[in-house]
């Protein structure tokens, strides 16, 4: 058994390595082909915008579904669809025929909608899979093909467009979603038929209105879990994806590889995280759990002192700074990816299975709406910190730690009572 886990989630680990790694390298080829086919850096923004908008308004409606819906036929019917997709795009690639700005822009909004509706579906099913003291490690190994696919992806998808071209990318990643449906097609997950009274749509609003109350009303613990992964990405997400590459690159004056190996380095920080989870899951409680967010806050002192003015100023210091602050934020990711790692967990262990796809959308949704949001207001103070950004970094610091006192009160009065005797271990 693959990672100690049994046949039918090896499966799917398989099957996630397979599509994640197509989606990845597809994206990010595409990206290169519409930049290259218009020279328009603004044209491929506004395509990616218009196709992540399905991830936020469509989420919810996608883990409804899964919850209606055998969920091993929602596997297959993801990847065999994104081959459909994709085996359209490339015969118009090959014909040379049509708009190729709106045809890729229409790919790349199905593709996005398809993986809104594909991740609820698989992060609900976990739980039916894998034993109740596996289910933390199994958390770990589906966080870590994600991180190492989103780091691994983008590389080789550049690489391969160099060497070989779109079309040549197009057509792996086609037979990959198809490899990936086939092997799915062995995967048995249980499924339990409800029955329905209204028509679908009627039933998909039935449905999404339960979760909510669900989440507000009946179980509002799991509400808080949703505001406190909300604040993460409102408030030190966007540092990552905003501050960490204005550091670098205007502060530091780094060339563009130091750039990359800080993102490596952030991306190895996630994949260690879940290979170990497992390992020190039975250390981590929810009544101790804002321990992390603290250790967190404190790490984003060093980091601040790193941009400090007269530290950058240095003739000798720039590369010492550079390493202070990237082992800063390494260690700081590596710590929200073991608390957003026992999240999941906890969500999946104290939801109902017929309620898990659409609390887990509902999570989804609602901490990825922070992230916008999160990158405007970032974006914004960074031009007013130009020259002392040590500050806003020691403010986050500061935000980071004032949630893990909310969190510690938060948590601490839930885990009471708890059967799972405040551990995962006995789940945006």
């Known amino acids: 058994m693959l990672l100690g886990f049994n046949r039918n989630f090896n499966l799917i680990l398989i099957g996630q390595i397979i599509t994640l790694f197509g989606s990845a390298i597809l994206r990010f080829a595409l990206s290169l082909y519409i930049l290259d086919f218009t020279g328009s850096a603004e044209t491929f923004a506004v395509l990616l915008a218009v196709s992540t908008l399905p991830t936020i308004l469509l989420s919810p409606i996608g883990g409804a579904i899964a919850d209606r819906v055998n969920r091993k036929h929602l596997i297959v019917s993801f990847d065999f669809i994104s081959f459909v997709v994709t085996g359209g795009l490339l015969a118009f690639l090959y014909a040379g025929s049509g708009d190729m700005v709106i045809i890729i822009g229409a790919v790349m909004t199905i593709l996005a909608l398809v993986s809104t509706f594909y991740h609820p579906t698989v992060q609900a099913s976990i739980p039916l899979l894998i ?26 998808g550049g690489l391969i467009y160099g060497f070989a071209g779109i079309e040549f990318i197009v057509a792996v990643t086609c037979a990959s979603f198809l490899i990936a449906a086939i092997i799915e097609l062995f995967i048995r997950i249980p499924f339990f038929k409800e029955a ?5 749509l009627k039933t998909i609003g039935s ?7 669900y989440i507000h009303k009946e179980n509002p613990f799991l509400l808080k879990i ?14 990552f994806l905003v501050g960490i590459p204005y550091v670098i690159k205007v502060l530091m004056h780094m060339e563009d590889q130091y750039f990359g190996y800080t993102q490596g380095g952030i991306s190895l920080s996630m994949i260690v995280a879940a290979a170990v989870i497992g390992l020190i899951a039975g250390k981590i409680r929810i009544n101790n759990l804002y321990l ?63 309620l898990l796809g659409k609390v887990m959308a509902i999570m989804f949704a609602i901490s990825t709406c922070a992230v916008p949001i999160g990158q405007v207001v970032t974006g914004t103070l960074i031009d007013k910190f130009t020259n002392n950004m040590y500050l806003l970094v020691i403010l986050i610091g500061i935000i980071t730690i004032i949630i893990s006192l909310f969190m510690k009160k938060l948590l601490s ?7 799972t005797q405040d551990t995962v271990t006995s789940q945006v």
């Open 131 to 156: 034993e109740e003291d596996k289910l933390m490690k199994a958390n770990g190994a589906v966080s870590g093909i994600g991180a190492i696919t989103n780091s691994a992806g983008p590389v080789l």
């Open 196 to 200: 329905r009274v209204q028509g679908m």
């Open 207 to 213: 449905d999404l209105a339960i979760g909510f109350r």
């Open 226 to 239: 949703i505001l406190i992964a909300a604040s993460i990405n409102l408030f030190i997400t966007p540092l």
């Open 292 to 354: 992390c967010f603290l250790g967190s806050g404190i790490i984003f002192l060093p980091m601040a002192l790193a941009i400090y003015p007269s530290w950058l100023d240095g003739d000798q210091q720039p590369i010492i700074a550079y390493l202070v602050f990237s082992l800063c934020a390494m260690l700081i990711m590596f710590v929200i990816t073991l608390v957003n790692i026992f999240f999941t967990t906890l969500l999946q262990k104290k939801t109902p299975n017929a």
């Open 413 to 419: 009065s839930s885990s009471e009572g708890s059967t």
